[in-house]
């Protein structure tokens, strides 16, 4: 059983940064693709980047792209997500999720491809 607790998240200024972690519990973490989502009130959950078990491959929504960037810690059971040139639009809460298709380099980017779920952090970029 895989267990994801994010942190990092808070009320930040337009055009400021902020960086999400994503910590697992679980001796496999390190060997599942993971990718980061977010839902702001009264939207669906979109994903935003996501990255292959190795490191290897990333993949952003064209949204964040040149802005976020996703990557893994030197062990490999921490995710990071980098927030950089932080916009209103990007106000929501952010979730990371796990996908237990071990050795992967394919990075989903759907809900329902991911099996495990944090329980979220909140992102506020005020105008």
């Known amino acids: 059983q895989v267990q994801l607790a994010e942190s990092g998240g808070g009320l930040v200024q337009a055009g400021g940064s902020l960086r999400l972690s994503c910590a697992a519990s679980?001796?496999?973490?390190?060997?599942?693709?993971m990718g980061w989502f977010r839902q702001a009130p009264g939207k669906e959950r979109e994903f935003v980047a996501g990255i292959s078990w190795s490191g290897g491959n990333s993949y952003y929504v064209d949204s964040v792209k040149g802005r976020f960037t996703v990557f893994r810690g030197i062990a490999k059971n921490t995710v990071y997500l980098q927030m950089n040139s932080l916009r209103p639009e990007d106000t929501a809460v952010y979730y990371c999720a796990a996908d237990k298709n071990y050795y992967s380099d394919y990075v989903p980017t759907t809900t329902d491809e991911y099996d495990y779920w944090g329980q979220g952090t909140q992102v506020t970029v005020s105008s």
């Open positions: 679980g001796r496999t973490f390190s060997s599942y693709p």
